[in-house]
């Protein structure tokens, strides 16, 4: 799929890091920043003085390339794509009882491929990897992030290595093994995925994506912040919800409305970010709570919503930092309280939504209690993916 990408060049000039300022060249394969005080996460930077206009997105196809200028792939050819993106906003029907004197919306990411917002990060990595020559890609995964590599791999003609924790439910395995995917199965957290699998790709040559552990899944998981400013008639929500494992998207959406001001697309307001995490793996929101910087490392284990048992963000001093600068917040929520969610939405909505999106919903109500969101504040929730490859954990 290319279409009218060719008219259109990537702006990418370097990736920087954003804890000591080392510049790394976007033309050679990078992981992390090479200081060794610092191994921080890169940030892609671009040309945003060249005068873009908003006009460019008219006519342009309804995917996450169609802000192409801003994305790190350098030459048409190298996209993979399968039409992810440019998700829809919707906004609360039945439960305004719930909702009150707010305009609350969902963005509702469970139709990308494979079911999740991974596609957007693992479909812009790939496609990135497959214009520097990688032939062969590893990751370790809660469920979502294996089934997205595995499938968009495939398509690009590259080798899928993927890590999962046993207790991944049966559906996110077998999507790898029919994308043709190499899956290990490992007892133990994503953490344990990960150090396997760092030890396996030095010794077999794999190129690791894990997350923020490489520079492009960023840039995919950005779009959403994109497409969030356009969908809202290039303003920005009062507060938005992210279900927070790893963090990218989190991080990706406040870099999107940084390059967007710089751009003049949007003005200087921002929402105020909330992180909501599983009571299970809390880190960030304990770190918050007590105004640290930095987050511990947590796991009580097993949660209905795979995609939250981070037990440590690699980017968790970013994610604070963000939570800080937006005046926003971090809250958990219990399985019991993802569960009863979920059925409340999918009656009440139409939509199953996966127990991470779920998360959210109990935390808006839990915030907006406290009045910590005020009447009247326009909200967004973003639902991570769709629920129905999570049944064999919810509770009917």
Request: charged content about 20%; overall charge neutral.
């Amino acid at each position: 799929m290319t279409g009218n990408f060719n008219q259109h060049r990537s702006l990418l000039v370097n990736l920087k890091c954003p804890e000591c300022g080392t510049l790394h060249d976007a033309g050679k394969l990078n992981t992390v920043c090479i200081n060794d005080d610092c191994r921080s996460t890169l940030f892609a930077q671009y040309h945003l003085s060249e005068g873009l206009s908003k006009d460019i997105l008219q006519g342009r196809k309804a995917s996450m390339w169609r802000y192409r200028e801003l994305l790190p792939v350098t030459d048409a050819k190298n996209i993979v794509s399968m039409g992810e993106g440019f998700t829809p906003i919707i906004p609360i029907e039945n439960l305004k009882h719930e909702t009150g004197e707010n305009e609350v919306f969902w963005k509702d990411e469970s139709g990308n491929p494979t079911g999740s917002f991974k596609a957007r990060g693992i479909g812009m990595a790939v496609s990135k990897a497959k214009e520097l020559g990688i032939k062969a890609i590893a990751t370790p995964t809660a469920g979502n992030a294996g089934g997205a590599l595995a499938a968009y791999a495939a398509r690009a003609g590259i080798k899928a290595i993927v890590y999962m924790p046993r207790l991944t439910p049966k559906v996110f395995k077998d999507e790898c093994r029919l994308y043709g995917a190499e899956l290990l199965e490992v007892d133990g957290n994503i953490s344990d995925c990960g150090k396997l699998i760092n030890e396996h790709a030095l010794l077999n040559h794999w190129f690791q994506i894990s997350t923020l552990k490489e520079p492009y899944r960023l840039e995919g998981k950005k779009t959403m912040g994109y497409e969030i400013a356009e969908q809202f008639n290039w303003q920005v929500p009062d507060v938005i919800l992210y279900p927070t494992g790893g963090g990218t998207g989190l991080i990706g959406i406040w870099k999107a409305f940084d390059e967007l001001e710089q751009l003049g697309w949007i003005g200087s307001k921002r929402p105020r970010m909330v992180a909501v995490q599983s009571e299970s793996c809390n880190g960030i929101v304990k770190a918050f709570e007590t105004g640290l910087h930095t987050a511990a490392f947590v796991d009580g284990g097993f949660t209905i919503a795979n995609g939250l048992r981070v037990p440590k963000s690699y980017a968790d001093k970013v994610i604070l930092r963000l939570l800080y600068a937006s005046h926003g917040c971090a809250i958990s929520v219990s399985d019991a309280e993802m569960n009863a969610a979920v059925k409340q939405i999918a009656k009440h909505e139409g939509m199953l939504i996966a127990p991470e999106g779920a998360a959210l919903w109990q935390a808006y109500k839990k915030l907006k209690a406290s009045q910590w969101i005020k009447p009247g504040e326009q909200v967004l929730m973003i639902n991570t993916g769709s629920g129905y490859k999570y049944l064999e954990n919810i509770s009917i």
